[in-house]
């Protein structure tokens, strides 16, 4: 299949131009540049109106517990499917795949259906793609565990970093910590070494502390602000390194629940478009009007907006990221090239796959989005397949 879709606004982190053609040939972007330019539909390709739409990459959410009622961090393969059949209507195209730990043991099971998901995605069916595992957890801090149960923490363990890497297969992409606990700096000179990205978060840190583990090979921050000693102007604490350190990025979760708007726009500030990372945090209970739901076996019920559990502890969000990109535009001062770039091109950059996703780049993976000029979601391409289009673009998109 090859169409061009014409005279659109085309915005990555590379570009915002508003008068564009991007020509797709079967999975992958085939070229792009100046609508009418030069011919970039040839051969029969059908040529698609899409004048006033705006086409940007595919989201790319690298933390993420579920949404549509589908959790992710499950022992069935088949729940985390129906996610990737889901999750495009709001704009995503790929996704880490977030497990947490187990009490009393490493959640093999979960990682064993992680992989059967990651291993077995069909990239002609139009879903959203499983990149690899993000595990948050289990070296995490006892003083800064959010929703995560004291049973499931453990203590850094050589042997056992041993023991994850292989069960894992080379899908782990990513791993959040707290780089304080006994044992952690082996631990992430270790994980650093396969290639994973090694974020701290959930963590008592201070920010000699957090210092440190950024020269250790720490390239990533968890939920900035969440589940971490704060930013004060005495005891600085790990965002003021992070802002420091030109190699670290970091994740926000934009629902304005777990970091006020004014915040949300004082962490662009600091670390620059170039380094921040939108994320959801999102749960099952993410895009569906069911208030109860469980977070790995914790009842939790959604109110006012907010998942809490029982104990009203904040976890996870409810947060897609289209909202999320509206939110960013609406509270910070981010122009929409910049919120494109925080949730295309440097989730892409944490989770190894820049080189072929989070661009509108000839060779790259067509993973796109077509909003109108409200910003609303027309349809959303997974390796050029449709996933998720109104009735109108449908039509528009299908080639008979």
């Known amino acids: 299949m090859r169409f061009t879709l014409r005279g659109t606004r085309l915005v990555d982190a590379g570009r915002d131009t508003s008068n564009g053609d991007i020509t797709i040939n079967g999975s992958t972007i085939e070229a792009v540049g100046v609508a009418g330019e030069k ?52 704009g995503v195209t790929s996704f880490l795949i977030g497990v947490v ?19 077995g995605y069909d990239p002609t069916g139009g879903s959203a793609e499983p990149l690899g595992i993000h595990l948050e957890g289990p070296y995490i801090s006892l003083h800064r565990k959010g929703a995560h149960l004291p049973e499931w923490l453990r203590t850094p363990n050589e042997a056992e970093t041993e023991r994850l890497l292989a069960l894992t297969g080379g899908h782990l992409s990513l791993i959040t910590l707290a780089p304080e606990l006994p ?98 945090d999102a749960l099952a209970a993410a895009g569906i009007d069911h208030a109860t739901f469980e977070f790995a076996g914790q009842p939790a019920q959604v109110i006012c907006g907010v998942a809490r559990l029982a104990d009203g502890t904040i976890t996870g969000s409810v947060l897609t990221l289209d909202q999320a990109l509206r939110n960013m535009l609406g509270w910070t001062e981010s122009s929409l090239q910049d919120v494109v770039r925080m949730l295309t091109y440097n989730p892409a950059q944490a989770a190894h796959v820049s080189n072929r996703k989070g661009c509108l780049q000839p060779g790259y993976d067509a993973d796109l989005l077509i909003y109108d000029s409200s910003l ?20 528009r998109l299908t080639i008979r």
């Open 183 to 280: 044992g952690a700096p082996a631990i992430i000179r270790r994980l650093v070494e396969a290639g994973v990205t090694v974020s701290m978060g959930h963590t008592d840190a201070t920010y000699e502390q957090a210092c440190e583990a950024i020269q250790l090979g720490i390239t990533h921050m968890t939920h900035c602000f969440n589940a971490m000693r704060s930013l004060h102007h005495r005891n600085p604490g790990p965002i003021a390194a992070v802002a420091q350190s030109s190699q670290v990025r970091g994740e926000l979760i934009a629902d304005g629940v777990h970091v006020h708007p004014a915040m949300m726009d004082v962490l662009v500030k600091l670390l620059g478009p170039e380094r921040t990372i939108v994320i959801t």
């Open 376 to 395: 609303t979601l027309q349809a959303t391409l997974c390796r050029g397949a449709i996933a998720y289009a109104t009735d109108e673009w449908r039509e």
């Open 39 to 90: 011919p970039t539909a040839r051969d029969g390709g059908k040529i698609i109106d899409a004048n006033g739409m705006i086409v940007t990459p595919g989201f790319i959410d690298v933390h993420t517990h579920g949404g549509g009622g589908f959790n992710l961090h499950s022992t069935d393969v088949e729940e985390i499917r129906a996610y990737t059949r889901w999750v495009p209507r709001t």
């Open 101 to 119: 730990g187990v009490p009393g043991a490493l959640p093999e099971q979960q990682i064993s259906t992680a992989i059967q998901a990651i291993e």
